[in-house]
């Protein structure tokens, strides 16, 4: 399973991996319908014991099985999964064996990216009002860490909040044996892309050897109209 945060290669990371000939990454053509390829084979329905649902084996079962036994892996997308305990339990309890690639970002690129989709869907906002963060910071020495960029935490943008990484991965590692997990930083992926691709392959024990011919093609890029202001970057990466 392909996980990680929000313009960190995730698409391209699981385009690479369909051309391998072991591998069967599954794509919304294989779900019975778009919500259930957005639910992640329904893992992220609410923690009630998933081998205790009827409905849910058989649900599994029509997605799976048409594949059950051809290929050494099949794959899937769930960018999300990190950030919700629930998943994670989920995925845990049905498939102990699963094996994670966590695709992760500078997380500062990463929501400049995010905002730079944005832009290019149709948004005028200026990155610094998508961040919202305060101009003045509180003065007394024992305010609240976030209290110094933000007036009300409830305020903190999604792609803000979850730039935190180290909760999501500590609860996989939590649940799932370091040895059934891999990172796959982007920076990495993206410059040095055909020996990024041989790691996968050696942590999913397939040949490292496999030469891909789809490597130089990016998915699902954003164009930046611009570099962020070093003012920014310093407070992002402050908080």
Not at 78 to 83: A, I, T, V
Not at 101 to 128: K, M, Q, T
Request: net charge negative; glycine share 6%.
């Amino acid at each position: 399973m392909i996980c990680g945060a929000r313009r960190s290669a995730t698409s391209s990371l699981h385009y690479y991996l369909d051309e391998h000939p072991e591998i069967r990454m599954l794509w919304g053509r294989d779900f019975p319908s778009a919500d259930a390829l957005a639910a992640g084979l329904s893992y992220d329905a609410m923690f009630t014991s998933l081998l205790g649902d009827r409905d849910f084996a058989a649900r599994d079962d029509a997605v799976v099985g048409p594949q059950a036994g051809r290929y050494a892996y099949l794959g899937w997308r769930m960018d999300y999964s990190m950030y919700f305990p629930h998943v994670l339990l989920n995925l845990a309890e049905r498939l102990p064996e699963l094996r994670i690639l966590f695709s992760l970002r500078n997380p500062v690129d990463a929501i400049y990216s995010v905002w730079c989709r944005r832009r290019e869907r149709g948004s005028e906002e200026s990155f610094e009002a998508f961040l919202g963060m305060r101009s003045d910071a509180p003065s007394a020495a024992d305010a609240p860490h976030w209290s110094h960029f933000y007036e009300d935490p409830r305020r903190v943008p999604m792609p803000v909040q979850r730039s935190i990484y180290a909760p999501g991965v500590s609860r996989t590692l939590e649940l799932f044996p370091a040895e059934q997990v891999h990172a796959v930083p982007f920076e990495r992926l993206t410059r040095e892309t055909a020996e990024t691709m041989a790691q996968v392959l050696g942590f999913l024990g397939l040949d490292p050897g496999y030469a891909f011919k789809r490597l130089g093609e990016v998915r699902s890029p954003s164009q930046k109209p611009g570099e962020m202001s070093a003012e920014t970057r310093a407070r992002l990466l402050a908080f």
